[in-house]
């Protein structure tokens, strides 16, 4: 069993940056690959970024790429998301999962454990 606990949300103006933090249980984080998802009202889960047990593969949203930055310290059970030059449409909750194998993956489905979700709110 993982249990997962984002924090770094908060409403902030287009163009700012946030660092979402997710802080896992357990001793085996370092075998379970990673990602971030978020979703929007009335929207379903969206991929963000995902990143395997190694740190050494990392996959991103075309919304994402060269403005998001998945990472990970596995000696803190600890992944981030770092976001820059946020937009409006990045407002959404943002949740973190894992799953335990090496691969990462794009879809919702492939994860089994998620966190509670931090809400990221960007405005005009």
């Known amino acids: 069993q993982v249990q997962l606990v984002e924090s770094g949300g908060g409403l902030v103006q287009a ?3 946030l660092r979402l933090s997710c802080v896992a249980s357990g001793r085996t984080f370092s075998s379970y690959a990673m990602g971030w998802f978020r ?27 060269g403005r998001f930055t998945i ?15 946020l937009k409006p449409e990045d407002t959404a909750v943002y949740y ?20 509670q979700g931090t809400q990221v709110t960007v405005s005009s």
């Open 39 to 65: 979703q929007a009202p009335g929207k379903e889960h969206e991929f963000v970024a995902a990143i395997s047990w190694s740190n050494d593969h990392t996959s991103y949203a075309d919304s994402a790429k």
């Open 71 to 85: 990472s990970r310290d596995n000696a803190k059970n600890t992944i981030y998301l770092q976001m820059n030059s």
């Open 96 to 115: 973190c999962a894992a799953r335990r194998t090496y691969k990462i993956t794009t879809l919702a489905a492939g994860y089994e454990y998620w966190g």
């Open 15 to 17: 163009g700012d940056s």
